[in-house]
């Protein structure tokens, strides 16, 4: 059932993304709710998730199996501060386009899953009375 699973988990996540902050008004609504947060980057220790991301560029040419760097900033710090800076100006849209690839992916595996369930429901009928 290792299908099912994966289905039900990625219909899980993908519900989270999509309703995320009515899940977290609603779990923070409480009176005496007095710190709260939610956002890209903003404490580590709460992270609902994390990846490491690079740009990255490069060129080789026929002949050579070396390859070298074509784009570089100056100030690289400051380039990734600009990208958190737009990831959580860009927050809602970027949780939709996850839902809706999550749900996706859910939906890609609902027949290897119901494959699954069938060949279950043939090992538990030979069972017998």
Partial sequence: ??????????????N??????????DKTKAKNCDKKGM??????R??????????DSWQGYYGDSGCSRVISFEDSKEVSI???????GHESEIFDWMAKDILK???????KA????????????????
């Fill in 16 to 25: 989270i993304l999509k309703n995320y902050r009515e899940i977290f008004a």
């Fill in 82 to 88: 600009s990208f958190i800076k737009y990831l959580k």
């Fill in 105 to 111: 992916k859910a939906s890609d595996l609902k027949e």
């Fill in 39 to 44: 956002g890209f980057d903003t404490d580590q």
């Fill in 114 to 129: 119901l494959l699954e369930i069938e060949e279950d429901i043939k090992i538990l009928e030979s069972i017998g009375g």
């Fill in 46 to 55: 709460f992270s609902a998730f994390s990846c490491s991301i690079h740009f």
């Fill in 1 to 14: 059932m290792k299908d099912l699973e994966k289905v039900k988990v990625l219909i899980t996540d993908g």
